[in-house]
């Protein structure tokens, strides 16, 4: 076996539970899919006896009508997670630089070990990314996230654009960017060295499905297509994932509650004299001095991520995702009873 798997540590799923929870530790979309999305994925189920069109052509043309962008510039993938692995796997050889801004998703870490890449972790409090730090920085590939999991805030044009004159190659990962509306494609059809990866996981709330994409120069879109798994993503899914495009207005719809819901999270939280960031993803970062605050929640039934001592993150923080309003309210009324009994 390779050594460099001796201190590669696992990816960190999250929890699961079977029984009847408010689950709200997944950054996933609290709703129901579409009508049209659930017939869609049925329908499909009548040709799963064929494999799926191994060049995903249908998966593309939708992808591209909904975004404007040329279809030979989309590569897809099972979820943005294959995308984060391929994307590695076609630049990087060892020992290459890699510059992945802590904290953040930890996926990234993963497989740039993997590639025996020479991995920079610079930290930034609250990942606000400073300019300076960019000049001179000589990276093969550097990963951004924006919005940023677990801190929830976007990263800057500007830095953007420093970043992608001082490294040969910049990710931005823009699984959450639909609760942002900051996107930014326009700058990667505008320069071939930036890498957009994108994910039907939590906008189009179809994590169990595993659906992802990513834009990029023609050149890299067709490697990635080169190197992925043949049949990656399955016929029920492929049709899921153009018939969510094709009700874009229920998942906008759904947006905007998950927006409502964050902002007056974000206010409630606050009052309750948590230190919360502000997000424009969908889910809330706060600090807690409470140790045993998310076993308190998860005896209740509320399972949120707890996240200690992460790269770049001192202390304890738990990461909220924003659930649907009757869940959010029960979690708010379980801190008031955590904050009542621990003040006591
Ligand atoms: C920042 C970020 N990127 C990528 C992913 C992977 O998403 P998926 O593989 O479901 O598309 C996640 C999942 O939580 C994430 O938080």
């Known amino acids: 076996m390779r050594e460099i798997l001796k201190i590669i540590k696992p990816y960190d799923a999250g929890i699961f539970s079977e029984g009847e929870v408010i689950k709200l530790s997944s950054n996933e979309n609290p709703y129901e899919p579409s009508e049209e999305v659930k017939r869609a994925y049925l329908n499909a189920l009548t040709k799963i006896n064929r494999y799926p069109d191994a060049g995903y052509p249908k998966l593309k043309k939708a992808i591209s009508d909904y975004l404007c962008v040329e279809q030979d510039r989309i590569s897809v993938g099972c979820g943005s997670s294959e995308l984060i692995s391929r994307v590695f796997d076609v630049l990087i050889d060892d020992l290459d630089r890699v510059v992945v801004p802590m904290p953040s998703y930890s996926l990234y870490l993963l497989y740039a070990f993997l590639r025996d890449a020479?991995?920079?972790?610079?930290?930034?409090?609250?990942?606000?990314?400073?300019?300076?730090?960019?000049?001179?920085?000589?990276?093969?590939?550097?990963?951004?996230?924006?919005?940023?999991?677990?801190?929830?805030?976007?990263?800057?044009?500007?830095?953007?654009?420093?970043?992608?004159?001082?490294?040969?190659?910049?990710?931005?990962?823009?699984?959450?960017?639909?609760?942002?509306?900051?996107?930014?494609?326009?700058?990667?059809?505008?320069?071939?060295?930036?890498?957009?990866?994108?994910?039907?996981?939590?906008?189009?709330?179809?994590?169990?499905?595993?659906?992802?994409?990513?834009?990029?120069?023609?050149?890299?879109?067709?490697?990635?297509?080169?190197?992925?798994?043949?049949?990656?993503?399955?016929?029920?899914?492929?049709?899921?994932?153009?018939?969510?495009?094709?009700?874009?207005?229920?998942?906008?719809?759904?947006?905007?509650?998950?927006?409502?819901?964050?902002?007056?999270?974000?206010?409630?939280?606050?009052?309750?004299?948590?230190?919360?960031?502000?997000?424009?993803?969908?889910?809330?970062?706060?600090?807690?001095?409470?140790?045993?605050?998310?076993?308190?929640?998860?005896?209740?039934?509320?399972?949120v991520r707890k996240l200690e001592n992460l790269l770049g993150l001192e202390g304890l923080y738990l990461r909220i995702t924003i659930g649907k309003k009757d869940e959010n309210d029960t979690l708010l009324a379980t801190l008031r009873s955590y904050c009542c009994e621990s003040a006591t």
């Open 118 to 303: 020479s991995v920079l972790t610079p930290i930034f409090k609250n990942y606000e990314l400073d300019e300076g730090f960019f000049d001179d920085l000589n990276a093969k590939l550097t990963v951004v996230c924006s919005p940023n999991n677990p801190t929830g805030n976007t990263v800057k044009r500007k830095i953007l654009e420093k970043i992608a004159e001082n490294s040969e190659y910049l990710v931005i990962d823009e699984a959450y960017v639909e609760f942002s509306d900051e996107s930014h494609i326009d700058f990667a059809l505008e320069l071939d060295n930036v890498i957009i990866l994108r994910s039907f996981s939590k906008f189009f709330g179809l994590a169990g499905l595993r659906v992802g994409y990513a834009i990029s120069s023609k050149e890299i879109a067709s490697a990635i297509e080169k190197i992925r798994l043949p049949f990656a993503i399955s016929v029920p899914a492929v049709e899921a994932a153009i018939s969510a495009i094709r009700s874009i207005e229920y998942y906008e719809d759904l947006k905007k509650k998950i927006i409502a819901e964050r902002e007056r999270m974000f206010v409630e939280l606050k009052k309750m004299g948590f230190e919360v960031l502000p997000s424009k993803a969908n889910f809330l970062l706060t600090k807690t001095a409470g140790r045993d605050i998310a076993d308190y929640l998860a005896k209740r039934g509320i399972l």
